[in-house]
Nanobody, 116 residues
Framework: QVQLVESGGGLVQPGGSLRLSCAASGSIFSIYRMGWYRQAPGKQRELVALIFSGGNTNYANSVKGRFTISRDNAKNTVYLQMNSLLPEDTADYYC??????????WGQGTQVTVSS
């Protein structure tokens, strides 16, 4: 079993920055990708950013140039650096880990609120 624990959410003013962390623990054998998703009130969960085992990354168009996903393999931790935050970035942010055998694991989520 794999556990994912997110941290780093909070309240920030528009234009500010936050860094989210997601630490994976447990029976981690082979990670295919890790990623961040978000869900705003009344909306569907959407992809924010992915990082693959080889280091490639994908971003949603809405966050390109503002958010950066990175990973510390030694710590089994993935980060999401969020800059130039907008009110529309307000959401619960979830970490997801997908193994090479297509198992999916989700964290419990961390709330991000962008408001003045």
């Amino acid at each position: 079993q794999v556990q994912l624990v997110e941290s780093g959410g909070g309240l920030v003013q528009p234009g500010g920055s936050l860094r989210l962390s997601c630490a994976a623990s447990g029976s981690i054998f082979s990670i295919y990708r890790m990623g961040w998703y978000r869900q705003a009130p009344g909306k569907q969960r959407e992809l924010v950013a992915l990082i693959f085992s080889g280091g490639n990354t994908n971003y949603a168009n809405s966050v390109k140039g503002r958010f950066t996903i990175s990973r510390d393999n030694a710590k089994n931790t993935v980060y999401l650096q969020m800059n130039s935050l907008l009110p529309e970035d307000t959401a619960d942010y979830y970490c997801r880990l997908t193994t090479t055998t297509s198992y999916d694991y989700w964290g419990q989520g961390t709330q991000v609120t962008v408001s003045s």
